[in-house]
């Protein structure tokens, strides 16, 4: 977990590109560190849609803590993949595989992530409502 942490420390930030901090998330979530995924998020933040279908959203600020937290137990190692990630300014959209260890449900794909990213933080994500199937 501590290197992660390093690396966040590292890529993200003030001058953070839009894209780097949704790769840090993609590590530190995939590093099961809870709290470097939460370092990528303002304290207002809001995630909106329904990215694990156990709960209704939009989550704001610490329930988003909450809503990680609870997908953790169910996720597969190496979790998250992300691709064709794209930056208009301060937006970053992305197509992402997410894996678990559900049986039945052993990887979801959503295509469409949106996030807005301002000073090494994301302020917003807007989660696909509709997966896609997975190649």
């Given at each position: 977990m501590v290197s992660a942490g390093l690396l966040l420390s590292a890529c993200s930030g003030e001058d953070a590109?839009?894209?780097?901090v949704i790769e840090d998330f993609v590590t530190a979530y995939n590093a099961d560190d809870l709290d470097a995924v939460m370092e990528l998020?303002?304290?207002?933040?809001?995630?909106?849609?329904?990215?694990?279908?156990?709960?209704?959203?939009?989550?704001?600020?610490?329930s988003i803590r909450s809503l990680f937290f609870t997908a953790m137990d169910f996720a597969a190692e190496n979790a998250w993949?992300?691709?064709?990630?794209?930056?208009?300014?301060?937006?970053?959209?992305?197509?992402?595989?997410?894996?678990?260890?559900?049986?039945?449900?052993?990887?979801?794909?959503?295509?469409?992530?949106?996030?807005?990213?301002?000073?090494?933080k994301i302020e917003s994500w807007a989660w696909p409502i509709e997966t896609v199937e997975c190649p």
């Open positions: 590109d839009p894209a780097s998020f303002a304290d207002d933040a809001m995630l909106s849609g329904n990215p694990f279908e156990f709960s209704d959203g939009p989550w704001v600020g610490v993949t992300i691709s064709d990630v794209e930056v208009d300014g301060k937006t970053v959209t992305w197509n992402q595989v997410y894996r678990t260890t559900i049986p039945g449900l052993e990887a979801t794909c959503d295509n469409g992530h949106r996030a807005v990213v301002e000073g090494g």
